[in-house]
């Protein structure tokens, strides 16, 4: 079992900066596969990147490739998403969440990942 707690949502202006943070509880964090997703008004919930177990892989959306960066750090359970120049259309509610394998065809999709964080609000202003 993995409860997931993401940090760090709020305004920020189109071209700066914000970074998401998605603490994890538990003792076998390392041994999961972690991705972000988001989730706009109205829209259904997309994959934006997973990062491999000992973060030697990332899989990014094509959406946020060169603008957001993920990472992790498993000696504080934690990932982290680095938002760099977003845009008003990466506004959402990002989430965390977790799973064990690492397929790149299964992560895009929600279903088969196990466990999931509460959500942080992201609002991009222009």
């Known amino acids: 079992q993995v409860q997931l707690v993401e940090s760090g949502g709020g305004l920020v202006q189109a071209g700066g900066s914000l970074r998401l943070s998605c603490a994890a509880s538990?003792?076998?964090?390392?041994?999961?596969?972690m991705g972000w997703f988001r989730q706009a008004p109205g829209k259904e919930r997309e994959f934006v990147v997973a990062?491999?177990?000992?973060?030697?892989?990332?899989y990014y959306a094509d959406t946020v490739k060169g603008g957001f960066t993920s990472s992790r750090d498993n000696a504080k359970n934690t990932v982290y998403l680095q938002m760099n120049s977003p845009k008003p259309e990466d506004t959402a509610v990002y989430y965390c969440?977790?799973?064990?394998?690492?397929?790149?065809?299964?992560?895009?999709?929600?279903?088969?990942?196990?466990?999931w964080g509460q959500g942080t609000q992201v609002t991009v202003s222009s």
């Open positions: 538990g003792r076998t964090f390392s041994t999961y596969v």
């Open positions: 969440a977790a799973r064990i394998t690492w397929d790149t065809k299964m992560m895009v999709t929600t279903s088969p990942w196990s466990y």
């Open positions: 990062i491999s177990w000992s973060d030697d892989m990332t």
